[in-house]
């Protein structure tokens, strides 16, 4: 069963750090690109990250563009996404998507597969 499972969702204070992690588990994720989205309550599903199947290329929103960074280990078929100086606004849910293909796109469409996703709170 192809499964994605995010961890590492929490509260945070302003301005502080998460990484979160998305592993993947009945299929190896070197042939897959790997996308961020996220969801705040009331409103449309919002692009984050994006990442190609070597790690080589990787796209982000102009919103999180210079706080975020999105890595992968295919060895530990797992994808990152270090999230630094958090804003309130950066509250939502996560998730990551793989897709069939070899670049990075930041269209949730082009997506096959979901996590159930992690709640990322920033408040004080």
């Known amino acids: 069963q192809l499964q994605l499972v995010e961890s590492g969702g929490g509260l945070v204070q302003p301005g502080g750090s998460l990484r979160l992690s998305c592993a993947a588990s009945?299929?190896?994720?070197?042939?897959?690109?790997i996308g961020w989205f996220r969801q705040a309550p009331g409103k449309e599903r919002e692009r984050v990250s994006c990442i190609s199947s070597s790690g080589g290329s990787t796209n982000y929103a102009d919103s999180v563009k210079g706080r975020f960074t999105i890595s992968r280990d295919n060895a530990k078929n797992t994808v990152y996404l270090q999230m630094n100086s958090l804003k309130p606004e950066d509250t939502a849910v996560y998730y990551c998507?793989?897709?069939?293909?070899?670049?990075?796109?930041?269209?949730?469409?082009?997506?096959?597969?979901w996590g159930q996703g992690t709640q990322v709170t920033v408040s004080s």
């Open positions: 009945g299929f190896t994720l070197d042939d897959y690109a």
């Open positions: 998507a793989a897709g069939p293909f070899r670049l990075c796109v930041l269209r949730s469409s082009n997506y096959d597969y």
